[in-house]
């Protein structure tokens, strides 16, 4: 990875837009990061860190925390990353959370969330058309991809950061195992340890497994009396020998096939006997079957006999109906002969029907003629009333409309001139409280202003005994870097925390953007009150002054509003009186145009009535001749029409017939019941004989024999199946136990071999060395120590080497710690007892010579870049020309590194440089590349 151009804006001490280009620095050698102290010398990794991962070099992820305290409100905070990462150009930016003006809806304020985007190009740039990745943890995963770093990693092999060195330094196995997993691709070696520790694993559980298959199976054998006792025995022991168990349920599986070949034997001789029973029952059921039937038919010939004596009454006394049948006979053709007299009154009914009905049609008609020609001339007359009384209408319409609109401009001219004086006192108002709330929101700015002025001078000014109150005997100054401390500055009582300095800041801010809020509205206001002073010139004379003004414009308002409602009173009874006219010269047009019509109405409805009373006359005459006709022929006949005449003819006749038909039917039944009487008896004779034919059998005694039979084939039938369920049970736990005995012999051959590769790659069992993943990394860690060793010697003058500690002591995490050999002395002793110059010689000759064994590893990750912050002032003059000799060494031709201190010295050494200045506005950086 390799930076190209780094931009932030309010992100910690940089208030506004800060931009470095590391292009112009070029691609190799030392550049030098150097300024005041707290400045913001270490921000630069900082947002170099959080642009790419959404941390900084301290472990936070707070966007709002790293929002700058020095920025404006509203100001956008962003850090933006250009980068190469291999080949490929790409843009990483993340946007801060921040306080911003609320565009629309209640409050003044609103936060922006954190955001993030990644855009990925080509060695050519990052095209127009690019859709970015805006997810913040896809994003962070995605450079995690590009980089073949996490955070973690990033930080301890491409940056060194301030107060890292003695950690980097004296890490153990357990810190270093996951960084060399990801940068030696040793992930494989532990991938293959857990496959082995698994399959172990595996085999073992399947034998306990298989074991307790053959416990069960064992348990689920039978004998005659239900549980094996041998076998329950051997199940709840070890089970370690399959052989007994499956000798045990073979002999049971031959005992169970002897028991049922016994059985069948008892079968086949129950079965003889069976049939010999079953053929008397048959008979026992033909003979009670004959006797049942036998008794049946003389119970048919009794019944059969009775019916046959009642169809003979029947019979008679339908012989006695025959004189009827004729009298019927000669009734109906007497009225049939008459019918055709009956056809003539039906047709001169129907015609004096008709008659009557026409002549009552006519009635009607001329009635209705008399009433409409009586309304017509009521209707004529009231309507020639009502024009005469509505007079001349036009004349009053016209003279109200007149009225009306004179009312109607007035209200008009009055309702603007109210609308003009409402306006002048709304915004007189609006001006009024604006200056009210302005100066007094100038106080209170002015007052926040103060107060954190004070509070920043009293820190600012007790900065060294702050920074003095941190120090422990031991540790390296993060000023200077000494390990003594004799004259630390000291704290004053008064001096505010820096939480207290940030609140009071904050609240600077806020004041301040109230009162710059307020200051615009009363601008406002003022511009709208002079605009509505304008709007009256020529109606009024308006006060300049906002109270005056709105108390004159209260006056006019009142007054405008009670001479308005006396016009509206007048307007409202003019309109009323309007619409009243003008409907009633509407409905005079409309019965002036229907008197005419009215006239002809009238004069046709008289011709209409005199048409409809001569035809009422005739037709009533009609109706009497007509019905005087049907009185005529209707005399001296039975029935009033011929259908009353035919009916009689047609129930004679159907009387008639019936009678005749129930003797036929009579005569039916006598001979149906002498056949079937005839037929009983016949049958009743056959049976007869058939039962006296049979050969008797003793019921009670083949009841017995039944019994006795059913009890012994019952037992043999439980008995065999019980013996055929056992040999069922026994075979299939013998064909069990038959085939967990071969599978058991398969896996103990693979067991063995198994559990010592997985131990060998654990580290673990008789071995008790270190897994494999380790011991892969250890061989790689001796390349980094020896990378290492040639800057520590140099910078040390020959004097300290790092070696590999190679005593296990039986802790599979063993086999990455450092030791530190003293040519001086002669003796190995741990890392931590360097001091802090030495500490920081070796940790950066650590660091340096894990970049060079990483980046000469085939397919390894790529670091073009690497940091260095602070702890080159624990150094003296010679050791730091002589780290700095290593770290220039260490940039080759592909390298850029870059050291954040205040050591002078270092100013004169690396010419290159970026300059940090901190202001009472925040932080600004310059960039020099000639020193």
């Avoid at 036998?294 to 006999?305: N, P, T």
């Avoid at 926040?448 to 109150?469: M, P, S």
């Avoid at 001096?495 to 200051?519: C, G, I, M, N, W």
Wanted: proline fraction near 2%; hydrophobic fraction near 40%; charged fraction near 30%.
């Amino acid at each position: 990875m390799r930076p190209v151009k780094l931009t932030m804006q309010a992100f910690g001490p940089y208030a506004g837009r800060t931009e470095i280009d590391f292009d112009a620095l070029g691609t190799r050698g030392l550049y030098l990061i150097c300024g005041d102290t707290g400045a913001g010398k270490t921000t630069v990794f900082d947002a170099v860190t959080f642009a790419l991962f959404g941390k900084t070099a301290a472990g936070s992820d707070n966007a709002t925390s790293l929002y700058s305290d020095f920025a404006a409100f509203g100001t956008e905070g962003f850090v933006e990353l250009d980068f190469m990462a291999g080949s490929r150009h790409c843009r990483v930016r993340r946007g801060l959370e921040y306080l911003r003006p609320k565009l629309k809806g209640k409050g003044d304020a609103t936060w922006t969330r954190a955001t993030a985007s990644l855009w990925v190009g080509d060695e050519g740039g990052i095209p127009d058309d690019c859709v970015p990745v805006t997810k913040v943890q896809t994003v962070t995963r995605d450079v995690e991809g590009l980089l073949g770093l996490n955070v973690d990693q990033f930080m301890q092999i491409a940056m060194i950061a301030q107060g890292d060195f003695a950690r980097l330094l004296s890490a153990g196995t357990k810190d270093r195992k996951p960084i060399f997993s990801k940068l030696f691709s040793t992930g494989r070696a532990a991938r293959l340890q857990g496959l082995l520790k698994g399959r172990g694993s595996a085999v073992d559980k399947e034998l306990a497994e298989l074991r307790n298959a053959a416990r069960q199976a064992a348990r689920r054998a039978r004998g005659p009396e239900g549980d094996v006792p041998e076998l329950v025995e051997w199940a709840e022991g070890p089970a370690a020998d399959l052989s007994r168990p499956r000798a045990v349920v073979q002999g049971l599986c031959e005992a169970d096939e002897a028991s049922v070949a016994g059985f069948d034997e008892c079968r086949a001789s129950l079965g003889e006997r069976g049939r010999a029973l079953d053929d008397a029952e048959d008979r026992l059921r033909r003979i009670r079957g004959l006797e049942a039937q036998v008794a049946e038919k003389g119970h048919d010939v009794e019944r059969l006999a009775g019916e046959e004596g009642r169809a003979r009454a029947l019979l008679a006394e339908a012989e006695g109906t025959r004189g009827e049948e004729r009298a019927l006979t000669g009734r109906a053709q007497a009225v049939a002969a008459t019918l055709p007299l009956y056809d003539e009154l039906d047709r001169l009914s129907a015609a004096a029907e008709e008659a009557a009905s026409k002549a009552a049609a006519a009635e009607r008609d001329r009635d209705a003629a008399t009433a409409a020609e009586a309304r017509g001339r009521t209707a004529l007359e009231g309507a020639e009333r009502e024009v005469a009384a509505l007079g001349d209408v036009q004349a009053r319409l016209d003279a109200g409309r007149t009225a009306l609109a004179a009312e109607e401009d007035a209200l008009r001219g009055l309702e603007r001139l109210e609308g003009l004086w409402k306006a002048v006192r709304r915004t007189a108002g609006t001006l009024a409280d604006g200056r009210r709330s302005a100066a007094r929101l100038f106080a209170e700015a002015e007052g926040a202003k103060a107060a954190w002025a004070e509070a920043d001078r009293l820190r600012h000014g007790a900065l060294a005994g702050l920074l003095a109150a941190d120090l422990a005997a031991g540790v390296p100054c993060p000023v200077c870097g000494s390990l003594d401390h004799p004259h630390p500055a000291s704290v004053p009582g008064d001096v505010p925390s820096e939480e207290e300095l940030e609140r009071l800041e904050a609240d600077r801010d806020r004041a301040q953007a109230r009162r710059d809020r307020q200051d615009g509205a009363v601008a406002e206001a003022l511009k709208a009150f002079c605009e509505a002073r304008e709007a009256l010139a020529g109606e009024g004379s308006v006060p300049e002054d906002p109270g005056e003004a709105g108390e004159a414009a209260e006056r006019e308002v009142r007054a405008v509003a009670q001479e308005s409602r006396g016009h509206a009173e007048r307007r409202d009874g003019l309109a009323r009186e309007v619409e009243a006219l003008e409907k009633d010269r509407t409905r005079k047009e409309r019965l002036e145009k229907s008197l005419a019509a009215g006239r002809e109405a009238l004069a046709e409805a008289t011709r209409s009535a005199s048409a409809a009373k001569e035809a009422a006359t005739i037709a009533c005459a009609l109706r009497d001749q007509a019905e005087a006709a049907r009185r005529g022929r209707a005399e001296g006949l039975e029935f009033g029409g011929r259908v009353a005449a035919q009916a009689a003819v047609d129930a004679a006749r159907e009387r008639a017939d019936a009678l005749a038909g129930e003797r036929e039917k009579a005569r039916e039944k006598v001979l149906a019941a002498e056949k079937a009487l005839a037929e009983a008896r016949a049958s009743h004779g056959t049976l007869s004989e058939q039962l006296a034919s049979e050969e008797p059998v003793d019921a009670e005694a083949l009841a017995r024999d039944r019994a006795e039979w059913k009890a012994e084939h019952d037992a043999v039938e439980a008995g065999r199946d019980a013996a055929v369920s056992r040999q069922a049970v026994n075979a299939a736990v013998a064909r069990e136990l038959s085939s967990l005995a071969k599978r058991r012999e398969a896996l103990e051959g693979t067991s063995g071999a198994v559990s010592e590769l997985a131990e060998a790659a654990a580290g673990s069992g008789a071995l008790r060395k270190v897994d494999f993943e380790t011991y892969l990394q250890m061989a790689w860690f001796d390349a980094v120590l020896t990378a290492a060793n040639r800057r520590l010697s140099v910078m040390t003058g020959g004097r300290y080497s790092l070696v590999r500690r190679s005593e296990a002591h039986g802790n599979s995490q063993a086999g990455l710690d450092i030791d530190v050999e003293d040519a001086f002395t002669g003796k190995s002793r741990a890392a931590d007892t360097l001091s802090g110059g030495e500490s920081f010689q070796a940790s950066l000759s650590l660091a340096l010579g894990l970049s060079d064994v990483v980046q000469a590893q085939a397919g390894g990750v790529r670091l073009d870049t690497m940091f260095v912050d602070e702890g080159f002032g624990s150094l003296d003059s010679e050791a730091l020309d002589k780290a700095v000799a290593a770290l220039t060494e260490l940039t080759g031709t592909d390298k850029l590194v870059g050291i954040i201190s205040h050591v002078d010295e270092l100013r004169d050494s690396v010419p290159r440089q970026i300059r940090v200045r901190r202001g009472r506005a925040g932080s600004t950086l310059e960039m020099r590349l000639d020193g």
